[in-house]
């Protein structure tokens, strides 16, 4: 791995400041926004920086003069003993504020009739806050689509991105970008013995079920199995052989495209599935052997022996630290099916019947391992 020291710069309050003693940088494909802290140590009071660069300052960080976060400053912290004194900034991307305040859309029942598109409403959402909003996949339609009460922006972006098999992540330069898993950067290989400072993870099927069944709602946002008509969605997990059934009642009305239930049956299979198997590997340096910065949505080859490794996985998350040991990375990395609508395999089956008033809702039967009426 290249280990060069970064060049951290902050600028901030009109200011460009460099020098920094101490950071990390936190960028994630599971939240909507990355973050950072900076340090400065031993610092000259004179300098006046915590005069120059404020909390709810915008600011832009740059790792080599590259941009990483653009946002605002959230905070800042000072203290000193005898001998040192210490002065820090932290900060996010401008998406940041989609996971702090509600979600509002100026029509008298807050929603969207069916004919919007997914893009439509979430450009809807993060127009008030300033935020450039991009796609580098097709977002496709939505259906009927209300805010609930209480929602943040993140939630109820999340909630509709999540039953379009899309990703919403921060692009870095204070935008929101709709994406999926693995679109990103295609980073040189990890190998053990040559690269890897430490290695930690596993798999863990706890949260993974063989039937996955999504129930809609009817129109007052609940089921009733008499007498309510529900179209419903089945996804199975071939890699779980004993019977493990979960419903789940989907998040949106029953009158939503039945295309709608197939994706959000498969979305919750598939994202199990993937999740499953993670790992954190620490890197010394913040670059790859050919000198690329490690960001998350990349995807990089990992072969480890010890731990039984030898894929390409997808990286979820990326922390980047300087402090008096260095510069290191420290990726989270997980199967690419972890953020992609992809079927599992030849027995990833779906059907989707629509049962009539007075007919029963598909249950698990639990002496065949599969459903029935």
């Known amino acids: ?3 060069t020291a970064p060049k951290i710069t902050l600028r901030a309050g009109g200011r460009l400041v460099s020098g920094w003693t101490r950071a990390e ?3 994630s494909i599971e939240g909507i926004a990355g973050g950072f802290t900076v340090e400065l140590t031993d610092y000259d009071p004179s300098l006046g920086i915590r005069r120059l660069i404020h909390p709810g300052d915008a600011c832009d960080l740059m790792v080599d003069g590259e941009t990483v976060i653009s946002g605002w400053v959230d905070k800042n912290n000072i203290s000193y003993d005898g001998t040192t004194h210490k002065i820090s900034f932290a900060g996010r991307d ?8 509600a979600a509002f859309h100026d029509t008298d029942w807050g929603g969207w ?3 919007v598109t997914g893009e439509q409403i979430i450009g809807d959402l993060v127009k008030p806050f300033g935020i450039r909003l991009s796609s580098d996949v097709d977002v496709g339609k939505a259906f009927d689509f209300q805010i609930q009460a209480g929602e943040t922006v993140f939630e109820t972006i999340e909630r509709l991105t999540r039953s379009l098999g899309v990703l919403p992540v921060s692009d870095g330069k204070g935008g929101l970008l709709l994406t999926q898993g693995g679109t990103g950067p295609k980073f040189q290989s990890i190998l053990r013995g040559r690269d890897i400072v430490k290695m930690s993870g596993g798999v863990d099927h706890s949260n993974r079920f063989q039937e996955y069944i999504v129930h809609g709602q009817d129109g007052e ?3 009733d199995p008499g007498n309510t008509a529900v179209p419903q969605g089945l ?3 071939s890699g779980i052989t004993r019977y493990r059934p979960l419903v789940i009642i989907a998040e949106y009305p029953g009158d939503a495209s039945t295309d709608t239930f197939t994706r959000r049956a498969q979305w919750e299979a598939t994202v199990r599935a993937g999740r499953a198997s993670r790992f954190t590997i620490t890197l010394q340096g913040w670059r790859d052997s050919a000198g ?3 960001a998350p949505n990349g995807l990089v080859s990992v072969t480890d022996s010890f731990i039984e490794v030898a894929d390409t996985l997808l990286i979820a998350s990326v922390k980047l630290a300087l402090d008096d040991g260095g510069s290191r990375a420290e990726l989270t990395v997980t199967r690419p099916d972890a953020f992609k609508l992809t ?3 030849p027995t990833f089956d779906f059907e989707l019947p629509v049962y009539r008033k007075g007919e029963p809702l598909l249950l698990p039967n639990a002496s065949t391992g599969g459903s029935a009426p």
């Open 1 to 3: 791995m290249a280990s």
């Open 25 to 27: 940088i936190t960028r």
């Open 94 to 101: 401008a998406t940041g504020d989609l996971v702090d305040c």
């Open 113 to 115: 009739p069916g004919f």
């Open 221 to 223: 946002g609940y089921i």
């Open 235 to 237: 996804a199975t997990d």
């Open 292 to 294: 690329l910065l490690w």
């Open 343 to 345: 079927p599992l395999g």
